[in-house]
């Protein structure tokens, strides 16, 4: 049984006000010269104990960093090893972007939290070099780091400084001592998930690629009420009241977090359903990072905080033991999920509705992209993916019924699956709304 402990990574974005950006990045790129010499001698076939140590001698940072960044390094290099068998020709590891400086709390780096509202840091960027600022970043993450300074049970670890186009960031991970949450790899159900604007969709697949079950759960009021913000804070810039702007920004912020919340209950309980289920995401990071997926993922990216309700479920699956990974979110809207198809083109795609212009396989379109996200973790973890012919019918819970409170579906008609509902009936728009409201106060972390 492989488990690990309880740890979260929590995202900031770098004030800095002494030193400079510029410290930083010397620091990353000495941090890319660490990871690339341990490649070359790795490669010239060094032992890889003498390799650390020579690495760490002649590097330009302190010592604990220099032996993180190479730990790193020597982990990528080792995964790198374990997939050499799988013939995908992946070229050798070579780094030439940012390298992200890795740092132990209270030896590379150091957080004070001073009130309320304020962290602050300080980052030996390179020996003798430090930068220092304050924290930016989501209420939800302040509270954590807050808590893993003011409780026992928890311990502030090391931090990476990492570069996102022309923004510095601190990712720092805390971790809880006594709590344990199972491996992935003893999982028996994975579970994709699948985030859109107005639902989140879930397939739970056996180990042989089958669907067990999956689930629609729709939010559509979160993209209804973001979009009465929009116009209500438009209103204001246009009438100059930037004050009464700020304090609708954050009444959307506070009202998109409590929803957040609840939705990411929903999902964890629907996941508990399974004895040991692993939840896969899209990776967001890459989503971003390469050009081309197309409007609808642009809109996606946009238009929520989609990793704020990833972090969510993840933080909450953790508490509950269960594990969450990341995976290539590559051609999962568009795919065609039939193991003997697998015909991909965004043609397939209209709206909710997934049509395979090739085999004329039908479904709702983000159910089976939850499926895909699925079949992309099986095709990391083994390089193929396990047959699948059927799917089970589309279960869609409609979480607070909007204004129209049971209204019949408008999409009924599409799905070849069919659609059972719940949740939607004697269940009006302001009901469901204070319920909201108490179960995000009784979720508070
Ligand atoms: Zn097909």
């Not at 030439?96 to 590379?108: A, I, K, Q, R, T």
């Not at 939800?140 to 049970?153: I, P």
């Not at 790899?185 to 604007?197: K, L």
């Not at 212009?357 to 079949?375: I, L, M, N, W, Y």
Request: glycine content about 8%; overall charge negative; some cysteine.
């Amino acid at each position: 049984m492989q488990a690990s402990q309880l740890t979260h990574t929590l995202s900031f974005r770098l004030d800095i006000e002494t030193g400079g950006g510029d410290d930083l990045q010397t620091g990353c790129l000495e941090a890319r010269r660490i990871r690339n010499e341990a490649n070359r001698l790795d490669k010239d076939g060094w032992e890889w104990t003498n390799l650390k140590s020579t690495v760490v001698d002649n590097a330009d940072h302190v010592k604990n960093t220099s032996q993180l960044i190479v730990d790193k390094a020597l982990g990528e290099i080792e995964r790198y090893h374990d997939h050499t068998d799988d013939g995908w020709g992946r070229p050798y590891p070579y780094k030439d972007g940012m390298y992200p400086l890795v740092m132990n709390h209270g030896e590379g780096y150091r957080l004070f939290i001073k009130d309320e509202d304020t962290v602050r840091f300080r980052i030996t960027a390179t020996r003798g070099t430090h930068v220092k600022g304050e924290l930016r970043g989501s209420p939800g993450h302040f509270d954590r780091l807050r808590t893993a300074f003011s409780n026992d049970e928890w311990r502030v670890g090391t931090a990476e400084v990492v570069h996102k186009h022309d923004e510095r960031g601190l990712h720092v991970t805390v971790t809880h001592e006594n709590h344990h949450v199972a491996g992935q790899h003893d999982s028996e159900t994975i579970v994709g998930v699948d985030v859109n604007e107005d639902c989140v969709a879930l397939a739970g697949m056996d180990r042989d690629g089958d669907v067990k079950d999956s689930v629609v759960l729709e939010y559509p009021e979160i993209k209804e009420q973001r979009h009465e913000f929009f116009t209500k804070r438009k209103r204001m810039q246009k009438a100059n009241q930037t004050a009464f702007e700020t304090v609708v920004k954050t009444e959307e912020r506070d009202y998109v977090h409590d929803c957040l919340h609840k939705v990411s209950r929903q999902v964890v309980d629907w996941v508990s359903q399974f004895s040991t289920p692993l939840i896969v995401f899209e990776d967001l990071k890459d989503m971003r990072d390469s050009i081309d997926y197309g409007t609808r993922m642009n809109r996606r990216l946009h238009s929520l905080p989609f990793a704020a309700l990833q972090d969510m479920v993840a933080y909450k699956a953790a508490w509950d033991g269960i594990p969450s990974t990341k995976v290539d979110p590559e051609y999962t809207s568009q795919r065609c999920p039939r193991t003997e198809c697998q015909h991909t083109e965004r043609a397939n795609r209209r709206k909710k509705r997934f049509k395979c212009r090739q085999c004329e396989f039908q479904d709702h379109a983000d159910r089976k992209a939850a499926v895909c996200v699925g079949q992309n973790w099986f095709d990391e973890q083994h390089g193929n993916v396990p047959s699948l012919e059927t799917l089970p019918r589309v279960k869609k819970v409609r979480r607070a019924a909007s204004g129209r409170g049971g209204a019949t579906d408008s999409h009924g008609a599409i799905f070849a699956s069919g659609v059972d509902r719940h949740g939607t009936s004697a269940q009006g728009g302001i009901q469901a709304r204070e319920e909201l409201k108490s179960v995000a106060s009784a979720l508070q972390d």
